[in-house]
């Protein structure tokens, strides 16, 4: 079946613009991350999605930043005002539910670039 | 919190060579140990995982052992190909409540023919 499909895979913004990011996650999926990447740096969570509760946002680095979730499957990341620190690889990963099921199915991630 | 620390890379080998690259944590709890690669272009994926103490994951001639008196995860393959150059990602799965997984920094791996 399909995997965790990312778009746009490439951004180019100037600063100040704002900028979406969206993730399909796999069908039947409840649980979509967010992540970001730096060159050299970890996966740096950002927010968290389950089904219909509360997002867990406790990773966005600041209120420029936001997500939603319609309909508990596509996510859109905004981030408002882009500043040049924001370029970076953006991935989106999908899980199952469940209590074992702890594997993350990764999007092939969209790239930023902030001029 | 959680932490996860690997060795920095790159890691350069010639085809054929024994492969290590030690990772090492802290945890709340007992989390499930993983293993991820991202090969250039794409996102990561699941290489192998361990869910327990004493574990073994394997796949693809990699190998992993859950070792919970050393706090180590460390990945190794006997024989390594040039198309196992990626960047290796070690992680523990969410713990203590957290749904939350913690990343290492990535180890890149590079194979010469």
């Known amino acids: 079946g399909a995997g965790v499909s990312q778009s746009p895979s490439n951004k180019v913004t100037e600063k100040g613009k704002d900028v979406e990011l969206r993730c399909d996650p796999i069908?039947?999926?409840?649980?979509l991350y967010w992540y970001r990447q730096s060159l050299g740096q970890g996966l740096e969570f950002l927010i968290y999605?389950?089904?219909?509760?509360?997002?867990?946002k406790s990773g966005l680095p600041s209120d420029r930043f936001s997500a939603e979730r319609t309909g508990g499957s596509v996510s859109t990341l905004t981030i408002q005002r882009t500043q040049q620190e924001d370029s970076a690889v953006y991935l989106c990963?999908?899980?199952?539910?469940?209590?074992?099921?702890?594997?993350?199915?990764f999007g092939p991630g969209t790239r930023l670039l902030v001029l | 919190g959680n932490s996860v620390t690997q060795m920095e890379g790159p890691v350069t080998l010639s085809e054929e060579a024994f492969l290590t690259i030690n990772c090492t944590y802290t945890?709340?709890?007992?989390?499930?140990l993983f293993w991820y690669v991202q090969y250039p272009g794409e996102g990561l994926q699941l290489l192998l995982k361990?869910?327990?103490?004493?574990d073994k994951g394997s796949n693809k001639g990699f190998e992993a052992t859950y070792r919970k008196e050393t706090t180590s995860f460390h990945l190794e393959k006997g024989s390594v190909q040039v198309s196992d150059s990626a960047v290796y990602f070690c992680?523990?799965?969410?713990?203590?409540?957290?749904?939350?997984?913690?990343f290492g920094r990535g180890t890149s791996l590079i194979v010469h023919p």
């Open positions: 990963a999908s899980k199952k539910t469940g209590r074992f099921e702890e594997t993350q199915y």
């Open positions: 069908s039947g999926h409840t649980a």
């Open positions: 999605f389950q089904g219909n509760s509360a997002p867990d």
């Open positions: 945890a709340t709890g007992y989390p499930s």
């Open positions: 361990a869910t327990k103490a004493d």
């Open positions: 992680a523990l799965g969410g713990s203590g409540g957290s749904y939350i997984p913690t």
